[in-house]
């Protein structure tokens, strides 16, 4: 009974989360009739002028407000979509590094362009994790039309792309893909002898759709590489054998002496 007593005077954590995200919200809506009136260049130029705020020293917190208001604009002109007050707030939270439960149809595709479009102005590049192949190429060929009007590349990784192609998907702004797609590139890069050889750059901000199917029910699928190994290597091994041997039997030698 006090339990409920307190619930109702105090709330519980999730209230108190989204009251603590109400006035990033308040302040996006404020931006939005700014944005209104923009023309199209107006609004495509806002891309640079959000990397020359960061260049001088401002946070992407710090232009969190009119960045989401661009976005929310970009999508009502060209999609014909507009992100909802409890859209921006899932915006945020993913921007946060935090996880947003939505219901399928709430609008979840559109959701991740907020954040997406945010972390990008760094360029360091943005991964958006879908379930399947054909999640990532529809999104990104749906989703794509607001980055791309906004001046950013989109790229999406599936496997009946090449190596090069691949390499440059991962040189765009944004990036979608599988976890398993995402995964083997990571592993085959390690496996990589030759930097060139390797598509993936460093890793920085990801989104990851179905984040509780894809990090705890296929979790338990390890993903595994093999490669075969070079005659090189093999003659290497002989070579180095003996010398390792002769190495070992020297410390045994000196252990028992010093025993």
Request: proline share 3%; charged share 30%.
């Amino acid at each position: 009974m006090l339990g409920g007593l307190l619930k109702k005077v105090i709330g519980t954590e999730n209230d108190r989360e989204l009251k603590r995200l109400r006035p990033l919200v308040v302040s996006v809506n404020e931006h939005e009739a700014e944005m209104r009136v923009k023309a199209d260049d107006e609004l495509k130029a806002m891309t640079g002028a959000f990397r020359e705020r960061l260049d001088r020293g401002a946070t992407l917190d710090d232009i969190l407000p009119e960045a989401f208001a661009v976005v929310r604009e970009v999508a009502r002109r060209v999609l014909e979509m507009r992100h909802f007050d409890v859209q921006i707030i899932g915006g945020i939270v993913l921007h946060q590094g935090k996880i947003a439960e939505m219901a399928t149809g709430e609008g979840k595709t559109l959701v991740a362009t907020l954040p997406a479009y945010l972390n990008a102005l760094t360029g360091r590049g943005v991964h958006i994790v879908t379930v399947n192949d054909y999640l990532a190429k529809r999104d990104r060929d749906w989703m794509g039309k607001i980055y791309e009007f906004l001046g950013l590349s989109v790229g999406v990784i599936h496997h009946d792309i090449t190596p090069e192609e691949r390499k440059r998907a991962y040189q765009s702004d944004i990036t979608y893909g599988t976890n398993t797609e995402f995964g083997f590139d990571y592993l085959r890069d390690n496996m990589a002898i030759d930097p060139d050889s390797q598509v993936q750059r460093d890793h920085y901000f990801a989104i990851v759709d179905e984040v509780d199917s894809i990090l705890i029910d296929e979790a338990r699928t390890p993903l595994i590489i093999s490669g075969p190994v070079e005659r090189s290597e093999r003659h290497h091994f002989g070579e180095l054998k003996p010398q390792v041997e002769r190495l070992m039997q020297s410390q045994n030698r000196l252990m028992a002496q010093l025993l």
